[in-house]
T-cell receptor
Framework: NAGVTQTPKFRVLKTGQSMTLLCAQDMNHEYMYWYRQDPGMGLRLIHYSVGEGTTAKGEVPDGYNVSRLKKQNFLLGLESAAPSQTSVYFC?????????????FGAGSRLTVL | GQNIDQPTEMTATEGAIVQINCTYQTSGFNGLFWYQQHAGEAPTFLSYNVLDGLEEKGRFSSFLSRSKGYSYLLLKELQMKDSASYLCAVRDSNYQLIWGAGTKLIIKP
């Protein structure tokens, strides 16, 4: 069972370039999330999805777009990368969004924007 | 605003016991989670508390006091592999997870 798979694991971009982070889960989870993790700060929610075809903004959505065309996939796009977007990005999924629903995380994608 | 406080770093000795505290101020409360994150890896689920009291799971226990906005994670019989960051997260009234910055636990032989 693969769980949550993120690609790529590492990427270096120049300011202004675009890229897409891919997230795939094989657990039939309804909810999917994109977080960023920066030193000294808690995980911050960028965007999330409560089901196929839906997306919603989280705490820090500016500069990012997402799509959930298939239930198992959640894509995070950066249209014009900025140095402030240098971070480790984690995708996660859960069966539901309330109660004891546990998040399963991917291994992370480390992005550096020069 | 919503806030979760945890100590930044703690050091303990192999075989000992350590308690990692978490205090929170959130808009409502729908449960508190503890996750473990080894350096360079993904967070993994440790425990969930929604009612006051102690939940025990092997060497790890988690306590919650909703009236005090307080939780702790207790790790017994510490092993070197317990060296990791421990993340506290609270689900608020909108069911959003609010995350603390994490406590880096260093285990010394």
């Amino acid at each position: 069972n693969a769980g949550v798979t993120q690609t790529p694991k590492f990427r270096v971009l120049k300011t202004g370039q675009s890229m897409t982070l891919l997230c795939a889960q094989d657990m039939n989870h309804e909810y999917m999330y994109w977080y960023r993790q920066d030193p000294g700060m808690g995980l911050r929610l960028i965007h999330y999805s409560v089901g196929e075809g839906t997306t919603a903004k989280g705490e820090v959505p500016d500069g990012y777009n997402v799509s959930r065309l298939k239930k198992q996939n959640f894509l995070l796009g950066l249209e014009s990368a900025a140095p402030s977007q240098t971070s480790v990005y984690f995708c996660a999924s859960s069966l539901g969004g309330d109660g004891a629903n546990v998040l399963t995380f991917g291994a992370g994608s480390r992005l550096t924007v020069l | 605003g919503q806030n979760i406080d945890q100590p930044t770093e703690m050091t303990a000795t192999e075989g000992a016991i350590v308690q990692i505290n978490c205090t929170y101020q959130t808009s409502g409360f729908n449960g508190l989670f503890w996750y473990q994150q080894h350096a360079g890896e993904a967070p993994t689920f440790l425990s969930y508390n929604v009612l006051d009291g102690l939940e025990e799971k092997g060497r790890f226990s988690s306590f919650l006091s909703r009236s005090k906005g307080y939780s702790y994670l207790l790790l017994k019989e510490l092993q070197m592999k317990d060296s990791a960051s421990y993340l506290c997260a609270v689900r608020d009234s909108n069911y959003q997870l609010i995350w603390g910055a994490g406590t880096k636990l260093i285990i010394k032989p």
